[in-house]
């Protein structure tokens, strides 16, 4: 069994805290944050992950369970700056909004047993990782809008209306 911190990079859903600053900050939109921002997560790259899952069905063992943590803790505020450095997009374009009630201010997950155990640790830093899946965002606009704009649900909607 495998439990993981947060996953980013390509082809993470866009209403999601990353992508949707992305898609937001490359239109100019508001990117809303929730409260002060101060949320914390462990963000994991969804490579690292889908590494950690290999290893843990090949080396893993049986009716175990396995935390995967990114090692990349950071404030929610911090990764939206963050991105908006990285696309050159100013700071001003934050906004904030009224947080969720009951919303966890920290997401924490201890990956010891991994490392002890099958020697996992994540390979790609944040700072990297970022990168990486802005880049994937401005690379692959088509596949995000779709999905923002609603179109890939008509598709689907007339693929299995016609069985």
Sequence with gaps: ISRCSNNYGPYHFPEKLIPLMIANALADKPLPVYGKGENVRDWLYVEDHCKAIDLIIHKGKVGE????????????????????????????????????????????????????????????????????????YLDNQKWWKDIISGEYQDYYEKMYSNR
Aim: proline share 4%.
């Design 65 to 136: 369970v396995y935390n995967v943590g990114g090692h990349n803790e950071m404030k929610n505020i911090d990764i939206v700056k963050l991105i908006c450095k990285e696309l050159g997009k100013p700071e001003s374009l934050i906004t904030y909004v009224t947080d969720r009630k009951g919303h966890d201010m920290r997401y924490a997950i201890d990956p010891t047993k991994i490392h002890n155990e099958l020697g996992w640790l994540p390979e790609t830093k944040f700072a990297d990782g970022i990168k990486k899946t802005i880049q994937w």
